[in-house]
């Protein structure tokens, strides 16, 4: 897979048409899945021997240690009780139409019998976005955190009920203008200790890092960075609006809240914001894909190497574990994006 420019129509298909086409049958999903996971042939997954045969029942046998195997074991496919080929077109849907799909709609476009399996394959789906070792943001980076969930953004203290997250924001800024990559991550609180991980965790460093004035940044230069500090109280004096001070952050974050009520109907769960988050800043970044079928490939490029992932693990364990929400104004960083204009002390956590 590696190395490897895949191409349209011979790779993936270009199409709903083509897709339909393709992915007749589960076995077709399998021979697809198959060539997805051992491009240069079958590899066994316990001792690596590279070479093996299939048997009569459809397993591989190694041809070193003789162990048999799926093509989906020990892939997000593993085990599964719904037909491949509804998992393809649940993935199409996910991949492929511009926004998404809500489990709702999912549910009733194919017919799933009930709404816990349509909203547990997507959540699947969105637990292999995140690929370990994943490149971090380069060249000059907006970063920013905003309040997202809970009943009204942009509540002060005490009148917040304690539902919203805090979010850090960060987007690379292209010359001479747009925007490259974003990443979104919840954070603890807006502290120098949950910040300036956020930067090192998503940022390289040597590149430029443009925040506000908020002192939870203050030391990142220390850090590798070539910090620009931007003033809201500067902005306002030259007339400016303070809210478009980190603008790319700004679009972004205003792009994700719009997705979550529109595709999701807000009905995104405090304790699953993350993987949203994950598919939001997936499909941000490949919106330039010259074709939606390609985002369906790196999908399934992405479940092929992904472990399973139980269903308990989605309900009783949902990521990330984290600590109860800071309402806004009562400790942390009001961010520049919802921040109510009176300035606060900070308080270090
Ligand atoms: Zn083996």
Known sequence: ?????????????????????????????????????????????????????????????????????????????????????????????????????SALSLQRSLEIGSYPTAWAMLHRLRSVLVRPGRDRLTGTVEVDETYIGGEEPGLRGGRAKGKKSLVGVAVELKQPRGYGRCRMAILRDGSAASLHPFVTEHVTPGATVITDAWQGYSGISKLGYTHQRRSQRAARARGEDPGELLPGVHRVASLAKRWLLGTHQGSVDDAHLQSYLDEFVFRFNRRGSRSRGLVFYRVLELAVVHDPVRYRDLVVNPRPKRKSPVPPGVAGHPPSIDRPPAARPWRAS
């Open 1 to 101: 897979m590696s190395g490897l420019q895949p191409r349209a129509g011979l790779h993936y298909p270009r199409s709903i048409g083509e897709f339909q086409a393709w992915f007749r049958t589960d076995a077709d999903c399998l021979d697809y899945l198959d060539w997805l996971r051992w491009p240069e042939g079958f590899v066994c997954p316990l001792c690596g021997h590279p070479g093996g045969w299939v048997v009569a029942d459809g397993r591989y046998k190694c041809g070193a240690c003789g162990s048999r195997t799926t093509v989906t074991a020990g892939t997000l496919f593993d085990r599964r009780r719904t037909p491949l080929t509804v998992w393809f077109t649940a993935c199409w849907m996910f991949a492929a139409q511009k926004d998404g799909v």
